[in-house]
């Protein structure tokens, strides 16, 4: 839980782990900023690979990943069935929870199927504090686009909306993603919202946006708005530069 007792989402729009040389996967100094959060010395996290299928390499990845930081760390997958037996309990009792990037359209949907989407919130209120990176940063939103439906993006409108905004990932690595992002809110098929290039996270408490972080100079941050009919403008929004780990 945070200290503060408030509800924060970390939107992570890539770069969470860097690879280790070793075909593994090291914390960046956005998880740490994301353990950071909960206020507390050695954090209970729990991931969820769901957007992935919960597939034993991804999970044993993450395990490995999060083995170098000082968390108590469990995994809550859905295949082929929950693998602990009471889920709400579970994720009410943790520190942070974070989501792996994958497909967010399969991963909304098992999650309103098992009902995690009104646990999820429930935790949120509680103060357990919500991350994730590219499905998991989309989900938390109103939408946003997505490759989930193949390699051509398309729009995503049903997010679980704690957040009521737009939200845009891997902003500077994939053209297709800023024109989308920019037409779908000009249009109004999204609300404004903000983006996020690759080591760029967003931070919410609340539903307010508070800053951005990045462990890379040059990333950025944005904030989308209507602009007239059909057009958004895009303000760029420095990150707080975070120290290498």
Same mark, same amino acid.
């Given at each position: 839980?945070?200290?503060?007792?408030?509800?924060?989402? !970390?939107?992570?729009?890539?770069?969470?782990?860097?690879? =280790?040389?070793? +075909?593994?996967?090291?914390?960046?100094?956005?998880?740490?900023?994301?353990?950071?959060?909960?206020?507390?010395?050695?954090?209970?996290?729990?991931?969820?690979? /769901?957007?992935?299928?919960?597939? =034993?390499?991804?999970?044993?990845?993450?395990?490995?990943?999060?083995?170098?930081?000082?968390?108590?760390?469990?995994?809550?997958?859905?295949?082929?069935?929950?693998?602990?037996?009471?889920?709400?309990?579970?994720? #009410?009792?943790?520190?942070?929870?974070?989501?792996?990037?994958?497909?967010?359209?399969?991963?909304?949907? #098992?999650?309103?199927?098992?009902?995690?989407?009104?646990?999820?919130?429930?935790?949120?209120?509680?103060?357990?504090?919500?991350?994730?990176?590219?499905?998991?940063?989309?989900?938390?939103?109103?939408?946003?686009? /997505?490759?989930?439906?193949?390699?051509?993006?398309?729009?995503?409108? =049903?997010?679980?909306?704690?957040?009521?905004?737009?939200?845009?990932?891997?902003?500077?690595?994939?053209?297709?993603?800023?024109? !989308?992002?920019?037409?779908?809110?000009?249009?109004?098929?999204?609300?404004?919202?903000?983006?996020?290039?690759?080591?760029?996270?967003?931070?919410?408490?609340?539903?307010?946006?508070?800053?951005?972080?990045?462990?890379?100079? +040059?990333?950025?941050?944005?904030?989308?708005?209507?602009?007239?009919?059909? /057009?958004?403008?895009?303000?760029?929004? +420095?990150?707080?530069?975070?120290?290498? #780990?």
């Amino acid at each position: 839980m945070s200290t503060d007792g408030q509800p924060h989402i !970390l939107a992570i729009g890539g770069g969470t782990f860097v690879p =280790d040389g070793r +075909e593994g996967l090291s914390p960046s100094p956005l998880l740490r900023y994301a353990l950071d959060l909960t206020g507390q010395d050695r954090p209970r996290v729990c991931f969820l690979t /769901t957007a992935v299928g919960d597939g =034993d390499a991804y999970i044993a990845r993450f395990y490995a990943a999060f083995s170098s930081m000082d968390a108590e760390v469990s995994h809550l997958a859905l295949f082929p069935m929950p693998n602990v037996p009471d889920m709400r309990a579970h994720l #009410l009792t943790q520190d942070l929870v974070y989501v792996s990037g994958g497909s967010v359209a399969n991963l909304l949907a #098992l999650w309103r199927l098992h009902g995690l989407d009104e646990i999820m919130r429930e935790a949120w209120h509680e103060g357990v504090v919500l991350s994730g990176q590219s499905a998991g940063a989309l989900c938390w939103h109103v939408g946003g686009n /997505t490759d989930s439906y193949g390699p051509q993006l398309r729009p995503l409108t =049903d997010g679980l909306g704690f957040l009521p905004y737009s939200c845009g990932v891997h902003y500077d690595s994939d053209p297709q993603r800023r024109p !989308l992002l920019q037409q779908l809110v000009g249009e109004g098929t999204l609300p404004g919202g903000y983006a996020a290039d690759e080591s760029v996270a967003l931070h919410y408490v609340g539903t307010e946006f508070v800053q951005a972080v990045s462990y890379r100079p +040059e990333a950025g941050a944005y904030r989308l708005e209507p602009d007239g009919p059909g /057009t958004a403008k895009e303000a760029r929004l +420095e990150p707080r530069l975070l120290a290498a #780990l």
